[in-house]
C-alpha cells in the first residue's frame, strides 16, 4: 500500500510567528496562503503544514497521488483502495471517503496513542 506523499500538519498559535521560525530552519512557502490561514513549507524532502484555527491537534498527513516535491503522480494508489484495504486489515476509520466517488476524497484514522492521521487525496 503506497501512502504518498508525507507530512505533517502542525496546529499554530501565531501562523507568522510559526512561518518565521520554520523559515530560520531553511523551510520555504511552496503553497496556502496566510488568508487562507494555512501555508505549506518545504526543506528538501521534509514538509510542514502550518494551519491555524483549522484543527485541534497536530496530525500526521499522507498524500496519495503527489511526490515529496509535491508534483502530481501518473501512477498512485487511490485512496478509496487504501480505504479498503485499511478495513480489510481491521483498522478502524473515523471517517470514509464515499466507495462511489472518484478524485479527490480523504479518510481519516487514529492511531493507537490517539495521533490523527489524514489520508488526503487532492486529485
Do not use: C, W
Not at 23 to 48: A, D, M, P, R
Not at 77 to 85: A, G, H, K, Y
Not at 94 to 117: F, Q, R
Amino acid at each position: 500500500m503506497e501512502l504518498g506523499a508525507f507530512s505533517i500538519s502542525l496546529t499554530v498559535k501565531d501562523l507568522a510567528a510559526s512561518r518565521a521560525f520554520y523559515e530560520k530552519l531553511g523551510f520555504e512557502v511552496t503553497g496556502g496562503g496566510e488568508e487562507h490561514n494555512y501555508l505549506i513549507l518545504v526543506n528538501g524532502n521534509s514538509v510542514i503544514g502550518l494551519f491555524h484555527g483549522m484543527f485541534d491537534k497536530n496530525i500526521l498527513t499522507f498524500n496519495p497521488g503527489i511526490d515529496a516535491n509535491m508534483q502530481q503522480l501518473d501512477e498512485f494508489t487511490d485512496v478509496r483502495e487504501i480505504q479498503r484495504e485499511l478495513k480489510a486489515a481491521g483498522v478502524e476509520l473515523t471517517e470514509e471517503a464515499d466507495e462511489e466517488s472518484s478524485g479527490a476524497a480523504h479518510i481519516t484514522l487514529v492511531d493507537p496513542d490517539g495521533n490523527p492521521i489524514l489520508i488526503d487525496q487532492f486529485f
